[in-house]
């Protein structure tokens, strides 16, 4: 039985091949048993060159294009099939069942972090200072309000922040 194959003839890292149409049982390696040089096509550039006529003559004759070829022959519309899939031949194709839409599950709105600025002195700002509900000691503590801030000091507060265990 013959194949229409491709015979790669490139260079290192230059693509380049013929289609051959050569006995099925031969390796497309050697030159010996090469019934016919139908086309080329260069990979790198992706123009196959291809005598349509040719081809269709070694089809008529029983010929089975690789799966390469074949899609090869699609593109320039020598034949108009589907192209097959040429790799992955391992894999089972899988009918795909419609999977079910997942339902929305409800979700839990944390409460905003809250933000407590301290009052503003004329001489040097002082910085926000950010509660986190991670750490337990400001859990622990009574909620501060604005006045609670002006009497301790930021440096005290951001003391107390980094002694905390991170959760």
Do not use: C
Request: hydrophobic share 40%; charged share 30%.
């Amino acid at each position: 039985m013959l194949a229409i194959r491709l015979k790669r003839v490139g260079r290192t890292n230059d693509p380049s091949f013929r289609i051959i149409v050569q006995d099925h049982r031969r390796s497309p390696k050697k030159t010996r048993g090469v019934v016919e040089y139908v086309g080329s096509y260069n990979a790198r550039y992706g123009k196959p060159q291809v005598n349509a006529e040719r081809i269709q003559y070694w089809l008529s004759q029983g010929a089975q294009a690789s799966d390469t070829v074949h899609n090869i022959l699609v593109d320039t519309k020598v034949i108009s099939e589907k192209k097959v899939n040429a790799h992955n031949k391992k894999t089972k194709v899988v009918k795909e069942v419609p999977v079910e839409a997942p339902k929305p599950v409800a979700e839990v709105k944390a409460p905003a972090p809250v933000v407590e600025e301290a009052p503003v002195a004329e001489a040097a700002p002082e910085p926000v200072v950010e509660v986190k509900e991670e750490t337990p000691v400001a859990e622990a503590e009574a909620p501060a309000t604005p006045e609670t801030v002006a009497e301790v000091p930021a440096e005290e507060v951001v003391a107390k922040e980094e002694e905390a265990p991170a959760a």
